[in-house]
């Protein structure tokens, strides 16, 4: 494909969904409705489902960065005559600022082109292509719009360069020296409804969103170690929320392989309950208490009445429940990884981890809750009686395994989690009768954990009971106080696991797992600041972090050899993963004395122009 490697995007958001751009100039991905609608652009899939590239004639180089606290993206393009630059942004609704940030969106890309030195021949290659590469639109010019309509879809784009209309695209040259600009303003709008598509001038929407993103950065000033990664991986979440309902995405794409050319590539669109407390936490320590506010808020509406059916385990941004996967056989997936699927039937799985995650973030955002709703109430009552039940019985697992279930360490732990937050929370959401009955249940817990997850032979806790396979999942057992990090047999564990599953600080989740899984090497090193070990930690923290692309992003996963981004792009869970294990650093260097100066940008970490920070 001639798509870039999935590391060689940039992220670009607009609270209802994302484009992703490469180091060419291409924007290979978006979903201008939303994160989870069909795309427009998605050549990361498919050489024929569609890009819009701005770029040189020639050979160049490129160097990029986003304008300081800010998702805009600047590019710049080094040739034999000279130099370029392109700017990059999503539209936010004209004046959006702060908390508003993301609620509507005009749903524009825009892309300003200057000349810096020299001349530089340019060229413009639009090629729409809807319903993820299925249909090609007639392309019509009506005083210098290019408009493509087909179906449910309308895109109309303005251009102050002269574009020629071809079969299912358009194209340009134009030249870019010094001192000159050069604007394209792209629109979508539903073909029934809603008017024609906006196109504001592009310099204008450039400005005004980066004045939106920064308005938002500067009501969030995080005080910890790590501050700029902290800053910017918090921005990089909040390109990932769907402003309307507050959720946060696991990605903005779809596909993208856990191992290139293999199968697992899964659509991540949705929102996980798996990742909430993590989520709730990464926000709260990175000073976004009204976000975590309208998260909790969130889940209590998706979720609706619980008794005694299974929870969902995932939803739609706004809520919806079925996910149902489907293959896009028509697509070739990156660099031939198949199939390509929209919808993910893990909805369907029993994860009985999900229980103590909203519990948890429950009693993490407790004060907000005072008083509690007689619905808030009724759901944490009804997730606590459901952990009490339900704790014995196998599950599908937070890594949702597709062949068959087990009785999965972490999700017993994370019963366990259920059980202690909703005793902990006593009469605000149960009758003493109904606190005992959790509590007893919650001990039942605690020594099934510990007789039937630890093995002698391994010398550590292990990924499901009575078994001797390892599962980096284990390592949440000290991140939700299950055990103390430097319990005698949990010590031991974060060892063996460390040992045997870590390579150039990268942790995989199991032994045949193709990549290290990038929030699993976060959980480790929060796990050895909790453990004492402040140095090890941070050390290892500074491996991880400067794993990050040029623009500070991660993927789901990270070749451990090659060190290859692979998966979904950017990934919300490794982003929560740094924020959450650099405050646990932080705490544990005030616990128990910073040994060492506060760090800086790990070496080889993203020095962006700025980057959320």
């Not at 929209?342 to 103590?356: E, H, M, P, S, Y």
């Not at 599962?471 to 060892?495: E, N, Q, W």
């Not at 959450?580 to 004395?593: K, L, M």
């Amino acid at each position: 494909m001639r798509t870039g490697r999935i590391s060689e995007h940039g992220f670009l958001a607009d609270g209802h969904s994302a484009a992703l751009v490469d180091l060419a100039g291409a924007v290979n991905w978006w979903c201008p409705p939303r994160f989870d609608a069909p795309s427009v652009f998605g050549r990361l899939l498919d050489d024929d489902a569609g890009h819009w590239s701005i770029r040189p004639e020639g050979e160049f180089t490129s160097t990029r960065s986003y304008l300081e606290d800010a998702l805009v993206l600047r590019t710049v393009f080094r040739t034999a005559t000279g130099t370029v630059a392109v700017t990059d942004a999503l539209a936010l609704e004209p004046g959006a600022r702060g908390h508003h940030v993301g609620l509507r969106s005009p749903r524009v890309l825009a892309r300003v082109v200057e000349g810096l030195t020299g001349e530089v021949p340019m060229r413009v290659d639009y090629a729409p292509r809807f319903e993820y590469g299925r249909v090609r639109a007639y392309l019509t010019d009506v005083d210098g719009v290019i408009g493509a309509t087909a179906g449910a879809c309308r895109l109309e784009l303005r251009a102050n360069v002269p574009l020629t209309c071809g079969e299912g695209g358009a194209a340009g040259r134009f030249t870019a020296r010094a001192g000159s600009t050069h604007h394209f303003t792209l629109g979508y709008a539903p073909t029934y409804r809603g008017g024609a598509p906006a196109l504001p001038d592009a310099d204008q929407v450039v400005a005004d969103t980066v004045a939106g993103w920064r308005s938002w950065a500067d009501l969030h000033e995080y005080h910890g170690l790590y501050r700029d990664l902290v800053r910017r991986s918090a921005m990089v979440v909040q390109g990932m929320t769907y402003g309307p309902s507050g959720a946060v995405v696991a990605a903005p794409t779809t596909s993208l392989p856990e191992q290139l050319g293999g199968d697992r590539n899964y659509d991540y669109r949705f929102v996980w309950l798996r990742d909430f407390s993590l989520t709730l936490q990464a926000l709260w320590l990175a000073a976004c208490p009204d976000e975590a506010d309208r998260q909790f808020s969130w889940v209590a509406r998706a979720m609706g009445r619980i008794d005694d059916e299974p929870v969902p385990i995932m939803y739609g941004v706004e809520g919806e429940r079925d996910l149902t996967e489907h293959r896009l056989d028509h697509l070739a997936g990156y660099a031939g990884s198949r199939p390509v699927l929209i919808g993910n039937d893990a909805w369907r799985q029993r994860q009985t981890d999900v229980l103590g995650e909203v519990l948890d973030a429950a009693w993490l955002m407790r004060h907000y809750l005072d008083p509690m709703s007689a619905d808030v109430r009724h759901l944490l009552h009804a997730l606590a009686d459901q952990a009490a039940r339900q704790w014995h019985r196998p599950d599908a697992g937070m890594w949702e395994a597709r062949d068959t279930e087990r009785h999965y360490l972490s999700s017993k732990v994370q019963c366990w989690t259920a059980l202690d937050r909703a005793v902990r929370f006593g009469p605000r959401i149960g009758e003493p009768a109904d606190v005992a009955r959790w509590a007893a249940a919650r001990d039942e817990v605690r020594a099934a954990v510990l007789d039937r997850g630890w093995s002698d032979r391994v010398g550590a806790y292990t990924g499901a009971f009575d078994s001797e396979d390892l599962d980096a999942s284990v390592l949440i057992m000290p991140l939700v106080g299950f055990l103390p990090a430097d319990d005698p047999r949990m010590r031991a564990t974060i060892d063996v696991v460390e040992r045997r599953l870590s390579r150039n600080g990268l942790l995989r989740r199991w032994d045949d797992d193709p990549a290290g899984f990038v929030i699993c090497s976060f959980w480790l090193a929060g796990c050895l600041a909790e453990a004492g070990e402040l140095d090890r930690a941070q050390r290892l923290f500074g491996q991880v972090a400067a794993r990050v692309n040029d623009l500070g992003l991660y993927a789901e996963q990270i070749d451990q050899v090659t060190g290859e981004q692979l998966g979904n792009f950017p990934q919300a869970f490794s982003h929560i993963g740094l924020i959450n294990a650099a405050g646990r650093i932080t705490a544990a260097a005030e616990r128990f004395g910073d040994r060492t100066d506060r760090p800086a940008v790990p070496t080889g970490a993203a020095t962006t122009e700025g980057a959320c920070g």
